[in-house]
């Protein structure tokens, strides 16, 4: 059987969320500032874009502090070598691929 206690602690709580969705509906707006799909997938290029160039960056910087503290060790000139040069060529593939991306957009007009 439902007590009154019940119904006196539930039913304030259930008004209030009543209220708060249609005070909710009105004053909604937007966190993500887009309306479009392609707007959104545009800043989501650019994040990811904005991500790997700072990861390459930081894989230059440490390539160059394992090159500048090998002290004459031809394996960790060697290692230190590799990782900055495959940082640059990640990079140059990250460039590309904007590149590409930018100009089929262009091309079909999407934006």
């Given amino acids: 059987m439902i007590s009154l206690k019940k119904i ?9 969320l009543l209220m708060a969705n249609t005070a909710w509906a009105q004053g909604f707006t937007n966190p993500l ?10 800043n989501i290029i650019k994040f990811l874009l904005g991500l790997v160039g700072s990861l390459a960056l930081i894989a230059i910087i440490w390539g160059g502090i394992v090159y500048i503290t090998s002290i004459g ?7 230190a070598k590799s990782v900055i040069t495959w940082a640059v060529v990640g990079l140059a593939v ?7 991306i930018q100009t089929v957009i262009e091309a079909l007009k999407i934006t």
């Fill in 8 to 16: 006196a602690y539930t039913m304030p709580a259930g008004l209030f």
């Fill in 33 to 42: 500032g887009v309306t479009k799909p392609e707007d959104f997938l545009g």
């Fill in 73 to 79: 060790d031809d394996s960790r000139i060697k290692h």
């Fill in 94 to 100: 990250v460039i590309l691929a904007y590149t590409i």
